[in-house]
């Protein structure tokens, strides 16, 4: 069981900067960060797996960036140029192993944190 506590989220202007964190409780190979905007379907963000391979939703590429301190346990994104679009509630996954090709697949992942919020004024 890997616990996973999520931080970072606020509310910021359109153009602002925002960066998640998620502590982990224990290492976990691959990990990622999904979102879900009120009335829509979880959807993947960022995923990255032990050797440093990333994924991203072409929605956020260029945009944010993913990385990880594995000597901490913990999962970051980098939001900058944020958008409206981008207001959700944003969660840190993590799992035991997923091909790369699938880090951005909801059904991958077995841990999932509480969520922080993110609310981007235009």
């Known amino acids: 069981q890997v616990q996973l506590v999520e931080s970072g989220g606020g509310s910021v202007q359109a153009g602002g900067s925002l960066r998640l964190s998620c502590a982990a409780s224990a290492y976990s190979r691959s990990m990622a960060w999904f979102r879900q905007a009120p009335g829509k379907e979880r959807e993947g963000v960022a995923g990255?797996?032990?050797?440093?391979?990333?994924s991203y939703a072409d929605s956020v590429k260029g945009r944010f960036t993913i990385s990880r301190d594995n000597a901490k346990n913990t999962l970051y994104l980098q939001m900058n140029s944020l958008k409206p679009e981008d207001t959700a509630m944003y969660y840190c996954?993590?799992?035991?192993?997923?091909?790369?090709?699938?880090?951005?697949?909801?059904?991958?992942?077995?841990?999932w944190g509480q969520g922080t919020q993110v609310t981007v004024t235009s």
């Open positions: 990255i797996d032990s050797g440093g391979d990333t």
């Open positions: 996954a993590a799992s035991g192993w997923v091909r790369s090709g699938w880090l951005l697949r909801t059904n991958e992942f077995a841990y």
